[in-house]
Structure formats: structure tokens, C-alpha cells
């Protein structure tokens, strides 16, 4: 079955602290993941995806096969990162988007 | 810019009562998908349309049910409304597996 875990519902970190928002997936063949953010009363946007293998706003992520993982990491926190993250996955041959539970950033100042 | 729209962005309903909720995107994507986000329970995925008229349940499709007619529209359809169906709803469309949302219609059934 296709499933993301993210394990934290909420991470505190001050502002220049490094920050990891942890991802574990689950399926059969060889998905797509995607991180999407969603800042104080603004829409679901994506941040970033692995295929791109970019940096969106000092943010990185790496797809793990071994460990079945794609964490999202950033080296120093920004107040304005503060926002709800959600992992993604979508399969090869087929568009269906299936979301984690999500993990509130707060970036204290 | 890719734009979703959603009919509503607050509703308030009765039990009982038949729900539409309409979402319409301008960009001829063909994957459109009706989520509810929770807290906690983050996005669930209600529906899943992937072309015009075809549509595949996600992992909440109890309740619910979907029409797709024309290609840019997605309606979502709470057909005897319950109070657990109060949440949030968001609508988006999709092309090569990256999403655009819509701003979501908060719904309350009282």
C-alpha cells in the first residue's frame, strides 16, 4: 500500500539551527516525492521534488531507496520558514498525490 | 500562473442537507483530486479524477461522491451532509505529478 509517514507534528528550532522534518514512504515500485508547504493563510504550494534534486529556499531533500526516505533539511532556520510541511509521493504511471500528516516548522526568533 | 479556484471559501450547512462543493482550474490539466485536511490527520484524499467522467476513490470516499463532466471542473458531493464531515476541503489539479491547490472551503455542518 502507498503510505508517507512523517513521524513529528510539531518541530521547534530558534532561528540559524538546523532543521530536519523527517519523510518515510511506502511503495511498491519506484514513487515520486515531493515536499509541499503551506505558510499562515496562503494556499498548499510546492516546495520542492526529488527528480529536480534543487534547492527551494535553502531547503534540500534527499531520496533514500535504501531507507525508503526523503527528509527535508535546511542548515540555518529563517523566521519566515515557519509553515506546515507535508510530504508526498506519486507513482510512475499515475498522478494519484498521497500526503503525510504533516509537520508545524516553528522557528523561534 | 496556474489557477484553482474554489466556489466557497466558507460554508455552513445542516445535517442532512445535499452539499456542492465546485472547483475549476484554467490550465487543461487532466488529474483533478478532492482532499479534506484535518489537523493531525493532515491531507486524505477523497477523490481522484484522472480525465473527463473518470474518477478513482482515494482513501476516504465514504460519504462522498464526484462529477466530472467537463475537463475543468471537479465537483465534490456530500450527498446527506453529517457533522463529521465538518473540515477543510481542498481541490487541486495536477500535471506530471506536481499539484496546484485551490484556497480551500472551510465547511461546518451543524
Known amino acids: 500500500a502507498q503510505r508517507v509517514t512523517q513521524p513529528e507534528k510539531l518541530l521547534s528550532v530558534f532561528k540559524g539551527a538546523p532543521v530536519e522534518l523527517k519523510c518515510n514512504y511506502s511503495y511498491s515500485g519506484s514513487p515520486e516525492l515531493f515536499w509541499y508547504v503551506q505558510y499562515s493563510r496562503q494556499r498548499l504550494q510546492l516546495l520542492l521534488r526529488h527528480i529536480s534534486r534543487e534547492s527551494i529556499k535553502g531547503f534540500t531533500a534527499d531520496l533514500n531507496k535504501g531507507e525508503t526516505s526523503f527528509h527535508l533539511k535546511k542548515p540555518f532556520a529563517q523566521e519566515e520558514d515557519s509553515a506546515m510541511y507535508y510530504c508526498a509521493l506519486s507513482g510512475l504511471n499515475t498522478d494519484k498525490l498521497i500526503f503525510g500528516t504533516g509537520t508545524r516548522l516553528q522557528v523561534f526568533p | 500562473d496556474v489557477k484553482v479556484t474554489q466556489s466557497s471559501r466558507y460554508l455552513v450547512k445542516r445535517t442532512g442537507e445535499k452539499v456542492f462543493l465546485e472547483c475549476v482550474q484554467d490550465m487543461d490539466h487532466e488529474n483533478m483530486f478532492w482532499y479534506r485536511q484535518d489537523p493531525g490527520l493532515g491531507l486524505r484524499l477523497i477523490y481522484f479524477?484522472?480525465?473527463?467522467?473518470?474518477?478513482e476513490k482515494g482513501d476516504i470516499p465514504e460519504g462522498y461522491s464526484v462529477s466530472r463532466e467537463k475537463k475543468e471542473r471537479f465537483s465534490l458531493i456530500l450527498e446527506s451532509a453529517s457533522t463529521n464531515q465538518t473540515s477543510m476541503y481542498l481541490c487541486a489539479s495536477s500535471i506530471s505529478g506536481r499539484g496546484f491547490f485551490g484556497p480551500g472551503t472551510r465547511l461546518t455542518v451543524l
Open positions: 479524477s484522472y480525465d473527463v467522467k473518470m474518477k
